[in-house]
């Protein structure tokens, strides 16, 4: 069942209650005090009466010792007219309780007489023919007989009332319960929309619309949900573009690898089945031997990278403070012979931290670039120096430069930008893919700035404390 339906059902169920109950005690309280009026005035009315009767015994003539029943009649005939309707229903019953005279009409059986005395009043409600009655029984002092008189007042109107009270309370309350549930249909539509809104929004994201967002439509705790399931929203989308972009990145890598692989298998393989199937001259043999070492060479040195690359994605850092003095002092031993080069080195003195040995197959790459991009008699700088944000490490070379469009791919494995100019240099797009992965651990980035023909600088800040 919808919650807006149930909401709507259990406000009608407590309306429904309420206004029973409510009514049930109004119609009831006033019945009661009407009822309480009505026999407070009947009892009223037969002190009224039995003073009435004992006034008139004592005007009878003196020649009677004793009030005789025919007086007695005689008084309660002169007595029953008046009241309601112009006649009064009374009965006076004599010392033994024996009736002497009754009013047409009272048809009451004699329940009062035997609990009434000489000192007590009483009283009930009673039903007779359809008509309710207030039945009361006082005793009489008439000259010296004790005499008992009954009344009987109609009270029938206000039973009548209360019938009419709980008719009308009931058509009032279907008519409530009815306008209740158009304005509570409204209002639990109105408030279950936020909900609705989630739902929806829920139902496209599960489809695959991962930039769906659910509308805000209120400041309450619905509409903080509704934003906190957006901001949800947000990071799940932000996950998965990630996702999708390192499946892509996998895939691309895929592809790329089994390129790689396959043009140096080509040549060995090509190489090899000529030389166990024909008879070659001894130079050509020198050369297809040379050919199968080379591009072996080629693919070790790439596997080697490769594995490399693996090593540092799963490496956990161990950062030592180490002297830049240290790094330099190994490159220029490293690099100091290379005469068609002239590598420069200037550098700030100081103590970063770092893992030394991935910091300086970084550099050692950097510049074997940038040898690679230069001319022969080139010049490549390599440069350490404290910057606000830490320690800059540069390479920088004057050589053929990079294209714009080739910058941001060239740090992707596999990517060269001139492929045959790279193999030809023993290259096979891994070395920038590794010095990304070392930087990772250092929580640094490569920077590249590049201009075809004017050259290039590669260059990584080390985050100092
Ligand atoms: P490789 O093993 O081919 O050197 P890298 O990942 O180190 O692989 O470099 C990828 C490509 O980026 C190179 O093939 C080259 O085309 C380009 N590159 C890198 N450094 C430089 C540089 N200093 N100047 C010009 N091109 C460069």
Redesign the pocket.
């Known amino acids: 069942m919808k919650f807006s339906i149930k909401l709507v059902l259990s406000t009608m169920i407590l309306l429904a209650l309420a206004l029973g109950f409510g009514g049930f005690y109004l119609v009831n309280y006033v019945f009661e005090t009407s009822l309480e009026r009505e026999i407070g005035q009947a009892l009223d009315e037969s002190s009224i009466l039995s003073f009435a009767f004992e006034t008139a015994a004592l005007n009878v003539p003196l020649k009677y010792s004793v009030l005789p029943d025919s007086v007695v009649e005689e008084i309660a005939s002169r007595l029953e007219t008046g009241g309601e309707n112009g006649r009064r229903l009374i009965r006076i019953a004599d010392e033994e309780k024996n009736v002497l005279y009754t009013s047409d009409g009272f048809t009451v059986d004699e329940g009062l007489l035997p609990q009434t005395d000489q000192h007590t009043k009483s009283y009930r409600v009673i039903c007779v023919e359809d008509n309710y009655y207030v039945h009361t029984c006082v005793a009489i002092n008439a000259l010296d007989r004790i005499l008992y008189l009954e009344t009987m007042k109609n009270v029938s109107e206000v039973f009548t009332e209360r019938a009419m009270g709980f008719s009308l309370y009931r058509k009032v309350t279907v008519v409530m319960l009815l306008t209740g549930v158009v304005i509570m249909f409204f209002i639990a539509s109105l408030l279950t929309k936020p909900i609705r809104l989630l739902t929806k929004a829920t139902q496209r994201m599960a489809a695959g619309d991962y930039a769906y967002r659910a509308r805000q439509i209120s400041r309450d705790e619905l509409g903080q949900l509704t934003h906190d399931f957006n901001g949800m929203a947000n990071a799940l989308e932000e996950n998965i573009s990630k996702l999708e972009e390192e499946i892509e990145a996998r895939e691309e890598f895929m592809g790329a690898f089994a390129h790689e692989l396959k043009t140096p298998l080509t040549a060995i393989i090509g190489y090899a089945d000529m030389l166990r199937s024909h008879k070659m001259d001894e130079e050509k043999s020198i050369m297809s031997a040379n050919y199968i070492y080379t591009e072996g060479k080629r693919l070790e040195a790439m596997s080697f990278r490769l594995l490399d690359i693996l090593v540092a994605k799963q490496e956990e850092a161990d950062l030592q403070e180490t002297p830049v003095k240290e790094l330099f002092a190994y490159l220029r031993e490293m690099f100091g012979e290379k005469k068609e080069i002239d590598i420069r080195f200037t550098y700030d003195e100081a103590v970063v931290m770092v893992e030394a040995n991935l910091i300086k197959t970084v550099l050692v ?1 950097l510049i074997d ?2 040898c ?2 230069s001319e022969t008699d080139g010049v490549v700088e390599v440069i350490g120096q404290m910057v606000d944000e830490g320690y800059r490490m540069a390479v920088r ?1 004057y ?4 294209p714009e469009a080739e910058q941001s791919k ?1 740090v992707k494995a596999f ?4 492929k045959s100019r ?1 193999r030809s240099k023993n ?7 590794l010095c990304e992965e070392i930087l990772k651990i250092h929580q640094s980035e490569l920077q590249i700035e590049s201009k075809v023909g004017e050259g ?1 600088c ?1 260059s990584f800040v080390l985050p100092m404390e």
Do not use: T
């Open positions: 790459n670039n940038a690679k991009a070379d050589g053929i430069g990079i060239i990517y060269m930008v001139d790279a290259g096979a797009g891994l070395g920038l893919a290039s590669f």
